[in-house]
């Protein structure tokens, strides 16, 4: 009986602050404490009575979880597993690791349970607070990075304020163009661009602009200033350079476009005008100018002067070789055509002289090709075909001329029907063309057969 007596009294003995800290042992190592007890004191009532009970504390879900097993453990696996569980908590909280480094031992154990080393864990108090001053902590850093935001944010208004004022140097403009800039067409944009790209005259060269567009010049000075410049674009070196000298082309086609201009005074302009589409390079330059279009309109449709309508000609060819829809679409070059086309509507030819006469046809000739090289394109094909001018003088004028110049006619109808949307407006819209066709599959000459049979 002395043994309960021993066991009763060494528990009894167990200090306050012991049972603080054993009040963090989990509810299974009580369990196990609690059997052994049991094993070791008899089953009568004064030693079960003199036992005191010790009630676990709120269970932490850190600890254990729910399936945690509940078998005994051995105190060397139980002091691993309680270690590797203080290494796991020390990187989430460092304020919990200091306390989880200092280890107690609870004397007057038992050898197995004197020897485990239980750590001990920080008070629910001592981990709400370090978090709580983790948590300030970061608001703060939250705090100073606003702060350093906000005064990174009115540094940049700061710069945008500066550099709108006036008198500073501004970066280059990156709005969206006005509301006339937005307006104007493709062809105003390319124009406006063009003029301020251009070279300025030397002097001599500034001062034959000068006569030829001054309204006070005399008639003979305002020829010989004329003729100059036909000299000067004669040669071909300065055909590009004086293409792209401020007031050259503009000179030119302001006399082209006067009506009390004299024949001398625009037959020397159109041959210059002429001569400066001859090169590549600037068919699409001289197509831009303002006046241009209009003034070699204007110059094939006149009937007085062969000359002058044969170079006007020759120039409106060079010009629609990159101009196609523009040239299309210019209402004003293609009557001028229709008119070049038609110029023996009435028997006209035959009451010139031989000399005109060849020019006048060469001048149709050169309008037959320039027709030729824009019908076989598919982008001008549609509207060229909606023409009315056009296609009515080369239904006109089909079977009528020599035979160079009608297989080219009849070949511009056949490339116009080759486009599906051209069936129905050619065939109900122009009214002679299916009749001028069908003659031609009858025709003697080979070329317009086949072309007529294609269409």
Known sequence: ??????????????????????????????????????????????????????????????????????????????????????????????????STRSRTETPGTPRSNASTLIPTRSSPRTSSSSRRSSKENLQLDNVHDDGRRGDVAVTLQRDVDTAKRPGEITAPRTDPPTEDESQESPRTRLQRKLLSSLREPDQSLSDLLAVITDEKTSHLRRVNACGAIKTLTLHARNQIPLARTRGVVPS????????????????????????????????????????????????????????????????????????????????????????????????????????????????????????????????????????ASVVSALVLIAGKMETPANIICIAILTNLTRLPENAYHLTYKCPDLVNTMVEHIESDENECAKCALYS
């Not at 097993?69 to 139980?78: A, E, H, N």
């Not at 006209?348 to 149709?364: F, H």
């Open 1 to 98: 009986m002395a043994r309960p007596s021993s066991l009763s009294v060494s528990v009894s003995s167990v200090a306050p602050t012991n049972i603080a800290n054993e009040n963090l042992i989990s509810p299974s190592k009580m369990k196990q404490r609690t059997r052994r007890a049991k094993g070791m004191s008899s089953p009568s009532s004064s030693a079960s009575s003199t036992m005191p009970i010790i009630r676990p504390s709120p269970r932490d879900s850190r600890d254990d979880g729910p399936g945690s097993p509940r078998t005994p453990r051995s105190s060397r696996s139980t002091r691993s597993r309680r270690q590797s569980a203080s290494s796991k908590r020390s990187l989430d909280d460092p304020a919990a690791a200091l």
């Open 252 to 387: 030119l086609t302001t006399v082209l476009c006067a009506v009390n201009a004299t024949e001398e005074e625009r037959t020397r302009c159109v041959n210059a005008l002429m001569h400066l589409c001859v090169p590549e390079e600037n068919w699409k330059l001289v197509y831009l100018f303002p006046q241009a279009p209009e003034a070699l309109a204007r110059n094939m449709a006149d009937s007085a002067y062969p000359q002058i309508r044969y170079a006007a000609c020759l120039a409106t060819s060079f010009l629609a070789k990159k101009n196609r829809r523009d040239v299309v679409k210019n209402r004003l070059i293609m009557y001028a055509m229709a008119r070049v086309l038609e110029v023996n509507k009435s028997g006209a030819l035959d009451r010139m002289s031989e000399q005109d006469r060849k020019v006048y046809v060469g001048a149709r000739l050169c309008v037959l090709k320039m027709l030729l090289h824009l019908s076989k394109n598919k982008d001008v094909s549609s509207q060229l075909a909606r023409t």
